[in-house]
């Protein structure tokens, strides 16, 4: 089991007069599955971009593991041990299957053989039931199949932190399970998993842990059945009755 | 008339297509060795030759840069240019060497140690380059390239007193061979070897992990980020990577090897643009695909300067001549932008490219993965029924 360690300190992030991420501070110290929620506009993927290193905090810290990866560029952030999937999918299109799963492979261990590196690659993509499409140009796949490439790739970087960032969406309801015995399986392997999801019924099922994020802050961190009749949360998604 | 599924079936039957590709480029290799041999062949004809070696590396390093790594560049003669220009001022002139503070007579740099110094300096401008180059992207990195070569060759030609202005520079000539035929066979092989040492490293570089992760920059550099990438590292190295490929061939072709002397005229957009025509109809996503582009380009090019056409059946023209004879003049020049056109239409991966595939065998694993193709609620039915 890899040592899990991700502690965010007061994190914030301004744009121009939007503040979109307002001193969020929580920690990850045991492989956990997270869900991550909140209304659009919450802050929910620009917090993502601020832990994997895509956008700088304008305020607040970051540690992963006892390394601060605050404003590190995300390829540092990723090889220190947390990998994200995207909102939209960002397959690396006029590529096959096989080099989008090695890109990982060699950019996470360069002197590993290619040989090793495939036979790992054809494993995962076995699990994800999409090894028949190997020689596939990663553009030809249908929208569920690049969903399920991309957390592929993931485990070609073996991160002790994952960030899924709206796994669900747009995805057959079988591939849905796919994708949630992948979560289940990789979470088995002592990974913690934060996954942001519109997708209700999923976060329920699968969190042990629930984040809800509002206007940029954390209005709940907790159990979710806790989290389900916070009032603060219950305001947040349903809207606030004057009268009462 | 021939049946190509049986000719191709024999052919994957028999010897498969990869040996035969192997045999094909060894046979080509081989004619290119031959040819200066051929005594029928005259110096004129060694010279396009040797252009057409030049520009093969121009093309297929380009072919790297732009096609294979996404950093559309026009900036790929001026780094030529640099290499020359700097391989040449440093064997003649001193200023540079006291402008350094060094005392070393430029008397002393052989044509070899200049053209290393030439190499090394067009490298050198190649990772100030790629620098500034990181933030930008598409048309603003072209427009940048385009900027930055126009600026060198504005200097080179505004500074005549030392660069020879619209006159050019002279290099230190590489080889001192005195018998004009012996000198231009050499050259030959010289810039034959030169263009195989070229294509040899920028296949090493294509193919290892490096290769890997420019193509994966190309098609989204935020998600190569993302899966561990060092975008930055990468970008900086392919550019001083192919500056310095390009610096070379420039400083050795200028070396009195094709030419005698380097001109600001060399570095104009025009010439850029010859040189990225070349690998896109070659293919600028393959670098044998972009030099074998480069080199046919030259060769027809200087073959279609005048079309003669002979007249059958004892016709004669107007003037009595039994051909017809057209100097083509710039009209050459419209058909290669007609061919360029047409491949940009209906060939995007280059006139080469079904012969690339075919004969890597691409085009089979191609024709297979198509077959399984499938949409998600296919792929879910078929999940259902792998557990039932």
Known sequence: MSEIQLELNKVSKRFGGLQAVDHVSFSVTKPELIGMIGPNGAGKTTLTNLMSGTLKPSSGTIYLNGRRIDGHPPYDVTRAGLGRTFQITRALGRMTVMENMMVPGLAHNPRASRKDLEARAHEILALLTIDHLTHELSRALSGGQRKLLELGRLLMLDPAVIILDEPFAGVHPRLQDTITNYIYRVHDNGKAIMFISHNMGAVFELSERLIVLHHGAVIADGEPGAVRNDPAVIDAYLGHDEEN | ?388
């Open chain 2, 1 to 388: 008339m021939i049946d190509f599924r049986r000719f191709e079936a024999a052919i994957d039957n028999g010897i498969g297509r990869r040996k035969l590709g192997y045999l094909v480029i060894a046979l080509i290799i081989a004619f290119f060795l031959w040819f200066p041999n051929d005594t029928s062949q005259s110096n004129y004809a060694k010279t396009v030759f040797i252009s057409g070696f030049f520009y093969a590396i121009m093309s297929s390093s380009w072919a790297l840069l732009a096609g294979i790594a996404g950093q559309f560049s026009f900036g790929h003669m001026a780094f030529m240019g640099i290499g020359a220009y700097v391989a040449g001022l440093i064997a003649r002139d001193g200023f540079i060497f006291a402008m350094l503070g060094v005392n070393i007579s430029p008397e002393s740099i052989s044509a070899v140690g200049a053209i290393i110094i030439g190499t090394v300096a067009a490298g050198a401008v190649g990772l100030v380059i790629g620098w500034l180059l990181l933030r930008l992207r598409e048309a603003y990195l072209a427009l940048f390239t385009i900027a930055f070569s126009e600026l060198f060759r504005i200097m080179m030609l505004t500074e005549y007193d030392y660069t020879g202005g619209s006159n050019g520079l002279s290099l230190r000539p590489l080889l001192q061979i005195a018998d004009v035929d012996a000198a231009r066979q050499v050259e030959y092989y010289l810039m034959f070897g030169l263009l195989i040492v070229c294509l040899l490293a920028l296949y090493w570089v294509a193919n290892s992990p490096i290769g890997l992760f420019l193509r994966a920059m190309r098609e989204d550099e935020d998600a190569a980020s993302a899966l561990g990438v060092n975008v930055v590292r990468y970008k900086i190295l392919v550019f001083v990577f192919t500056s310095m490929i390009v610096g070379f061939a420039g400083a050795v072709f200028y070396s009195d090897v094709g030419s005698e002397r380097i001109i600001p005229e060399q570095l104009e957009i025009l010439q850029m643009s010859l040189i990225i025509a070349y690998a896109v109809i070659g293919g600028m996503e393959s670098l044998i695909g972009a030099a074998a582009g480069a080199f046919i380009s030259r060769y027809l090019l200087e073959a279609m300067r005048q079309v003669v056409i002979s007249l059958p059946f004892g016709l004669t023209t107007a003037d009595g001549s039994d051909a017809f004879v057209w100097d083509t003049g710039y009209w050459r020049f419209a058909l290669f932008g007609v061919v360029m056109v047409f491949t940009l239409r209906y060939m995007r991966n280059g006139l080469l490219y079904p012969i690339i595939t075919w004969f890597s065998g691409r085009d089979i694993a191609m024709k297979e993965t198509v077959s399984k193709r499938e949409s998600d609620d296919e792929h879910a039915a078929r999940i259902e029924a792998d557990d039932e």
